[in-house]
């Protein structure tokens, strides 16, 4: 099982980063992606999940600002995060909501935002 996300960095409030994840092919297809963020000392919070057929549903806190999309030739799932708030600052990690139960996790990226 592959979860590997990326495109985090340093941003100024306000501003924006798209992240991607690259999903095995064997999750990907038919299941549920969602992205999860760990802000430091603070439990893993779901962010937006996104069915196989494109429906969406977010976090209050994303709400307006974060969108999650898929590319399923690719195996690929994304998170447009607009108008960042210092209080976005976490690991954000891609993942099936079943793997999730699990506890598997793959490989998070780091988004900090600077007020």
């Known amino acids: 099982v592959q979860l590997q996300a990326s495109g985090g960095g340093l941003v100024q409030a306000g501003g924006s980063l798209r992240l991607s994840c690259a999903a095995s092919?064997?999750?990907?297809?038919?299941?549920?992606m969602a992205w999860y963020r760990q802000a430091p000392g603070k439990e893993r919070e779901l962010v937006a999940t996104?069915?196989?057929?494109?429906?969406?549903n977010y976090a209050d806190s994303a709400k307006g600002r974060f969108t999650i999309s898929r590319h399923n030739a690719v195996n690929m799932v994304y998170l447009q995060m607009n108008s960042l708030k210092p209080e976005d600052t976490a690991v954000y990690y891609c993942?099936?909501?079943?793997?999730?139960?699990?506890?598997?996790w793959g490989q998070g990226t780091l988004v900090t935002v600077s007020s």
């Open positions: 993942n099936t909501p079943a793997l999730a139960r699990k506890g598997y």
């Open positions: 092919g064997s999750i990907f297809s038919i299941n549920d």
């Open positions: 996104i069915t196989s057929g494109g429906s969406t």
